[in-house]
Each structure stands twice: as structure tokens, then as C-alpha cells.
């Protein structure tokens, strides 16, 4: 989608914007493959990514991301098609999406943890023709995952990269040997302005929306973070962020690329392994959500392992947890910034290593260069207090959502600015806070949950008459998904049999309710809705009992 159709959508950057971008610097004419090609030229030994029991330069990535794209060429696949992604956080993700790159296709970036209902959803949104895996993901065969899948006509089988470079790979059963045409990848190849990658939405309201990115919106980010972080090319960048979300893309996709550093990564999070990696790796940079850290400090190991090189942690995503980032800050040694954003906008504000730790500790930072921050009131009207409802426009914003007008007239203001889903203040010095909500969101482990999505499935429940999802505080990860349910008549029902229908249902696992409550009837408000806020506070004291048992 070229950057001259940017009036079909408000979000998208029209040319002179973007030409402003490009010559102050916040947008580049290079790709990820041009960086990827100037590291192997330069280091072709070093190393460009590491896991626990593989590694893989830079000349290999490189090698390995044109074979690859030249089996989706060889399919064939027209310039532009969608290819899925069902891949762990890996190294393989990774050399995917360059391929996609190489081979002028759209990646769709499917999570690793996507039920099978959302993976449809998703496959039948971007209309996926291919889909690059493992020969299994999570347990089952992929190829029977792929043959549920209406539209999908191709499907091609990886490797783990990082531990098997060598063994062929499968287009559509069949082993293939690709020669790379250095000619042919360069006429298809991407430009960093154009729809390069869909990703989901964490989920607000209902199934996911498909969120189109270009690599220069990225690009942009990773300057920020190189800027407010202090980063330089000798940096060792390590990402447990998932690779398709936006903070997974910067953290472990572009930012060591762009430094010509080495990225760590590990396809599931485990606390133990990742304090392994950060010492072994010697790595200077972490990247995870306030969850992840907290259960970093928790593990045994945190205070017996040498973490002297590790000198910046950046978060987001999530409300930041004071007394354990000072925590970990004491026991690490490191400062930890917070990017305030979303997958939509990029980012609003952020902390930097230059701020006082207060500030760093306390609020979500400031607006960096490029990037306007507007507040607007109840009524959506701009205000010039310092208290509202965020909206941001600049280089890190989306391309908007893929065919979906209504949700984009929801996301943009007519002038382009993207609105958040939460309610902020800003202090004298300009640093901004969260202090509230806008939507019906459980934020767990910094993932978004739409309350009502869960709502619909729980309810969907032969038993249950009427359904109210709340989060209920947690000391790990911030907020876990309680659900207070009135059944048809009087019966048992547990938890367990609840997670076992929905499971059966196809429900991604972060949807699932953790803690099940069952009323004769649910509280209701004056107009007879469920009042919520009386479920809030009711959550609120069952957390508080079990902390004090």
C-alpha cells in the first residue's frame, strides 16, 4: 500500500509528511535487508542472534532468510500476497520475516499462543495464502492445523534455524533445495514506507483487528529507544517480548539489527533460563513487561547470578510496579525505562536514563521529538488541562487497520491523531501518568483483554445466564482475569469445567478466567446494568484475603 494512497486512511503518512520524516532523520530509505546485508559485509562471523543451545551470524541469517524467500517466489506467490507466520520467538521467526522482505509478501505475524478460533480469524481477515511453521506448533501437527483453514493453499515447513540451518526445508510436503536469484529478490523486495507486516491487536473489544505496519514506523522507535537508552553497537540486546507485537518487533527485530548487535532470545519465558542467558550472554540490554521482571526478582537465582553488564531494562505495556523496579534496580544495577504506546501508535512517551529516578520509577515519561501529544476530554474536544484522554500523531504511528473503516474512524481523530484507551495526567514538567481507564480492559502480564470478549464465551456456557469479567489484582502479573457468573440453576460448577468449554471452543488461552465467582445474582446499577465497580472492588478484597492467608 504506497504512502500516495495515505487519504483512504487518516493514519496512514501522506508523501510530504513522510519526506519531512526522512529528512530530519525520524524515517530511512534502508530496510531491515539493507542493514542485515551492510552486518554481513561488515561482521559476516558475528553474531546475530543467540538461544540457549544455537547461534547464528549474520552471513547465515542472510543466507538462510534468501532461501527461503525464494521458495515463496517458487510457490509461486504474486508481489504483495499475505503469509502467515505460526512460529515460536525464535531465531526462525525472524529469518521468516526477513524472507518476507526479500520476496515483496506480507508477513502476517500470528502469536504463539493464538487458539485456533483467533488463527482463523486472523488467516481469513489478511487472507493468508501461506503459512510458514515447524512441523508443529505447541503439541499439534501443523499440517492439520492447515488443512482447517479455508484460503490457505500453501504451507511451508522450517527448520529451527539457529540448530538446524542445513536440513531442507518443506513447500507443501515436498523437500526443496531453493537457489536464491539475487535479481529477482531485488525487483520484488519491500521499501521501509510500504505495508510490510499484520499483526493483532492485543484485543479490546471482540476478536483482534488487524494492525498494518511499515518498517520505518519501527525504525522510528528504535531511534527513540537507542536515544533515551544510550545504546551503541556494542551493546547484547536481549528480547522476551513476544517477536509479532509491536515491542517484540523493535526490541528484537530492528534495534540490535540497527546496532549490528547480537539479540538474545528464548522461545517461551522461563525466569531461571532468561538469568542463565544474561549471564552467559553478558547482555547489556534487557527488554520485557513488568511481569517478567518481577518474576525475574522472585527466582532464587536473581541475587546469585552476574548481572553486572546489564545496564538498561526497558518496559511497557503495563502499569510499572514501583517498589519492584526498585527493587531490581538495586539488584541489577540496571535503569529501567518505560515506553508509555500501543501496537497502533508506537509509543506516546518515555522515560530516559537521563531523568531522575523518580521520575523514571513513577511516571511514563515524556513526548520525545516527532511525536505530538494531545489530551482531549469527554466530549472529544481538545483541552489544554492536563488531564484527559491521550492522542498521539508522528513517525511511529500504524497504517491503520486492514479493511476496517469503522474501527479506524474510532482509532483517528480526523487530524490523524491515534487515542488511547486510557485516562492520563501531565505534570508541570510534561511527565505523563495513567490514571484511569477508558475501555473495559484486564491488563494481564501486558496483554490487553477484552473484558467482553470473555464475557461472550463464558456466557456462551450452557449453565451461565449472565457473565461480568473484572480484573482481580495480582502481585506477578499486575491483573488476572476474574469472572463473576449467575447460572441458570442452582449447581455446581467449577472452574475447571469452565476453562474445558472454552478450551473446546477454540478461546485463546490468555482469555481464559483464572478465578471463578459464582452469585445468585450479579450487582446491579441504577439503569440495570452489572455494576462493574462494585465486581471491581469485590475482586479487590479476594485478592487482599488471599495476600494476608
Known sequence: MALDNSDALPGLVNRERADEYRRVGWWSRLSIADRVAANTRAQPGATAFVTADGRLDWAGYDALARRLAQTLVDLPLAPRDRVAVRLPDSVSYHVALLACEYAGVVAVGLGARAGERELQHLLARTRAVVV??????????????????????????????????????????????PQPDADVLAARRLGPDELWLINSTSGTTGLPKCVMHSQNRWYYFHLNAAEVGGLGGDEVVMSVVPTPYGFGLWSSHFTPCCLGAPAVLTERFDAGLTLELLEREHVTVLCAVSTQFRLLLAHPDCERRDLTALRVMFTGGEPLPYEAARRFEETTGAAILNFYGSNESGFATATSVADPPEKRLRTAGRTRPGTELRLYDSEGRVTDGHRGQPGTRGPAVCLGYLDDPAANRELFTED??????????????????????????????????????????????????????????????????CVFAELRRP?????????????????????????????????????????????????GRLAAQEQAS
Open 491 to 539: 449447581r455446581a460448577q467449577n472452574q475447571k469445567e469452565l476453562v474445558d468449554f472454552l478450551l473446546s471452543r477454540g478461546v485463546s488461552k490468555e482469555t481464559l478466567p483464572e478465578r471463578l465467582v459464582i452469585l445468585d445474582e450479579l450487582p446491579r446499577s441504577a439503569g440495570d446494568k452489572v455494576a462493574k465497580a462494585e465486581l471491581r472492588e469485590a475482586a
Open 132 to 177: 510458514i511453521s515447524h512441523d508443529e506448533h505447541r503439541g499439534e501437527r501443523m499440517s492439520d492445523v492447515v488443512k482447517r483453514c479455508p484460503g490457505v493453499r500453501h504451507h511451508v515447513v522450517v527448520p529451527r534455524f539457529e540448530r538446524d540451518a542445513d536440513r531442507q526445508m518443506l513447500a507443501d510436503g515436498v523437500p526443496v533445495l
Open 416 to 481: 490523524g491523531f491515534v487515542l488511547y484507551a486510557d485516562l492520563v495526567e501531565l505534570d508541570a514538567d510534561g511527565y505523563l501518568t495513567v490514571v484511569g481507564r477508558m475501555s473495559d480492559i484486564i491488563i494481564r502480564g501486558g496483554r490487553n483483554i477484552s473484558a467482553r470478549e470473555v464475557e461472550d464465551e463464558v456466557a456462551a456456557h450452557p449453565q451461565v445466564a449472565l457473565a461480568a469479567a473484572v480484573p482481580i489484582p495480582d502481585l506477578v502479573f499486575g491483573e488476572r482475569v
